[in-house]
């Protein structure tokens, strides 16, 4: 697509709920990002691809949260048993990857959860 | 672990020239990226330094010296829509990107 889009845009569940979010990055980008964003704060990294292949997921917080890009393309971000301390904006972000570039990202508009 | 560390805010007036610093502790260090975020927007690209130096690009310039693990993002005459945070980024290659803290500008008329 023409730039990196997020699935829902908002969301609001109850806590203990299961959540999936989901991202389709830019057509052909290697690396796919997932970024969680407070208010006022800058981009938190929790996980990243390169093609399928799940490279680092340091950032993610706890064993409730998990990402998977099954066919190199389309990302999804599961969160279980949602606690409010989860409320936040979750971001994706693509980039070609390449080390010429800057491997400038691309970000999505974002999926704001609130847990309630 | 990374660590990018900015100002938390900077304010200054139209017209003006504003510098925003940022420095850095990574390990396999690439690069410096810049993203301006608007409130209830997402982060944008500014600028990216490979080398040591200054790049160009507009109104906006960054600077990198890797001896210093610093760099700074200069803004010349400022506009009110540049009002937004900056963020820094170390970036470059197949690996993850970290984000420095951010600075919230605010320019005043």
């Known amino acids: 697509g023409a730039g990196v889009s997020q699935s829902p845009r908002y969301k609001v569940t109850k806590r203990g709920q299961d959540v999936a979010l989901r991202c389709d990055p830019i057509s052909g980008h290697v690396s796919l990002y997932w970024y969680r964003q407070a208010l006022g704060q800058g981009p938190e990294f929790l996980t990243y691809f390169n093609y399928e292949a799940q490279q680092d997921k340091s950032g993610l917080p706890n064993d409730r949260f998990s990402a998977e890009r099954p066919e190199g393309s389309i990302s999804t971000l599961t969160i279980q048993r949602t606690e409010q301390r989860d409320s936040a904006m979750y971001r994706c972000a693509s980039s070609t990857g390449q080390a010429n570039s800057g491997n400038t990202i691309y970000f999505g508009e974002g999926s704001w959860l609130t847990v309630v | ?109």
């Not at chain 2, 600028?47 to 803004?75: H, I, K, V």
């Open chain 2, 1 to 109: 672990g990374q660590s990018l560390e900015q100002p938390s805010e900077v304010t200054a007036v139209e017209g003006a020239i504003v510098q925003i610093n940022c420095t850095y502790q990574t390990s396999g260090f690439y690069g410096l990226s810049w993203y301006q975020q608007h409130d209830g927007g997402a982060p944008t690209f500014l600028s990216y330094n490979a080398l040591d130096g200054l790049e160009e690009t507009g109104r906006f310039s960054s600077f990198l010296s890797r001896s210093d693990s610093y760099g700074y993002l200069l803004l010349q005459e400022l506009q009110m829509k540049d009002s937004a945070s900056y963020f820094c980024a170390d970036s470059g290659g197949y690996q993850k990107v970290t984000f420095g803290t951010g600075t919230k500008l605010q320019v005043i008329p």
